[in-house]
C-alpha cells in the first residue's frame, strides 16, 4: 500500500506501515546485535541487553553523532522527534548504518491534546500503540519506584508519631524526625490530572498514615526518570536513587531515599526499565526508545 501523508491521517500510515515491519530479530541482527544481547518483548518489540553488547563493542570504532533539540515548546510539541525519525530515514536513504534514539511519550500528552509523540506523516516510529501507549513497562516501573518511595516516607511518619524511640529500635528503626513541611516529593502518576496536583493526606486515625499536604506530580518528572537516562548500570542507578533527596529534617538536614532505607527496593523495579526498547521507524531504520520525556533535562 502506498503511503500518502496529503491523504492519510499518522496512525493511518502507521497502521499501514506495520504490515510489513521489518521482524524484530532480523532488525536486531542487521544493526550488528547478537541473538543473546536481544530481549523479545513480544512480536514486533524487544529490549537489549546493553551492558552485554556494549561489553562486546568496548574498543570498537566509534558512531557519529546527531543530536536534535528544541527550545521553544508548545502544548503540541516541537517536532523533535519528527525532524529525528526523518534524518533517521534520509540517512538510510542513503545506505548510512543509522540508527536512532528517542523518548518513551508519556500517558499525559498522549491522552491530552497533544496525542502520540511518534513523529508525524512519513516520519514515524512503529508500532505506533504499543510505542504510545505503556511500551515495554518502563513508565509503569518509574511509577511504582518513585511510589514506594513516598510509601517508606509517610509510613517512617506515621511511625515516628505512634512509637518512642526504644519501640522504633524493636524494628530497627532510628528517628529521623522528619519535618512534613519540608517533604520534597509527591505521588506519582502518568495522567494529567490537575485535580490531584495538591491534596490532604493521612486522613483518619493513627493507623491512617500520617496526615499532611501532598499532592501527585506526573511521573515522567520524577528524579528517578532523570536518573534513568543517566545511569551507567544498576549500580550506578542504586547509587544515584540513594541520593534523592526525599524531604529535611527538623534541623534542616537532607533525608535521602537511603535514610529510608528504600533504595534497593526502588532499584529492584528499575532492572528492566534500563534496558532500552528496540523499535523501528516506517521505512525499517532501527530505533532505541529509553526513558521519558522529560528526561531531556538529565
Known amino acids: 500500500m502506498k503511503l500518502d501523508a496529503t491523504k492519510m491521517k499518522d496512525w493511518q500510515i502507521a497502521e499501514a506501515a506495520e504490515e510489513t515491519m521489518v521482524p524484530i530479530g532480523k532488525l536486531a541482527a542487521d544493526m550488528g546485535l547478537r541473538e543473546d544481547e536481544l530481549i523479545p518483548m513480544g512480536r514486533t518489540l524487544a529490549k537489549v541487553d546493553y551492558q552485554k553488547a556494549c561489553a562486546r563493542l568496548a574498543g570498537g570504532p566509534t558512531a557519529k553523532y546527531i543530536d536534535v533539540t528544541a527550545i521553544t515548546p508548545t502544548p503540541l510539541g516541537e517536532g523533535k522527534t519528527t525532524t529525528a525519525v ?8 542513503l545506505d548510512k548504518r543509522v540508527v536512532g534514539a528517542i523518548r518513551q511519550p508519556s500517558g499525559g500528552p498522549t491522552f491530552n491534546i497533544k496525542g502520540s509523540a511518534a513523529g508525524g506523516g512519513l516520519a514515524q516510529c512503529i508500532p505506533l500503540t504499543p510505542f504510545s501507549i505503556r511500551l515495554t513497562g518502563d513508565i509503569d516501573c ?3 519506584a518513585h511510589n514506594l518511595c513516598m510509601v517508606a516516607l ?3 511518619m506515621q511511625h515516628e508519631r505512634n512509637y518512642d524511640d526504644a519501640r522504633l529500635a524493636k524494628s530497627h528503626l532510628k528517628r529521623i524526625d522528619i519535618d512534613p513541611d519540608s517533604v520534597q516529593m509527591k505521588w506519582a502518576m502518568d495522567f494529567c ?4 496536583r495538591n491534596i490532604r493526606m493521612g486522613r483518619g486515625g493513627k493507623m491512617d498514615g500520617f496526615e499532611m499536604d501532598s499532592g501527585f506530580q506526573i511521573t515522567v518528572s520524577s528524579e528517578v526518570m532523570a536518573i534513568l537516562s543517566v545511569a551507567r548500570d544498576l549500580k550506578d542507578l542504586r547509587e544515584r536513587i540513594a541520593k534523592i533527596v526525599v524531604a529535611y529534617d527538623k534541623k534542616g538536614n537532607e ?3 537511603a535514610d529510608l532505607e528504600v533504595d534497593g527496593a526502588m532499584t529492584a ?3 528492566d526499565a534500563i534496558n532500552p526498547n528496540l523499535l523501528q521507524t516506517i521505512e525499517g531504520q532501527p530505533v532505541f526508545v529509553h526513558a521519558g520525556p522529560f528526561a531531556n533535562i538529565a
Open 86 to 93: 526523518g534524518l533517521i530515514e534520509g540517512l538510510g536513504k
Open 142 to 144: 518509574i511509577t511504582n
Open 154 to 156: 509517610s509510613s517512617r
Open 193 to 196: 490530572a490537575q485535580s490531584l
Open 255 to 257: 533525608v535521602t531515599a
Open 269 to 271: 523495579w528499575m532492572v
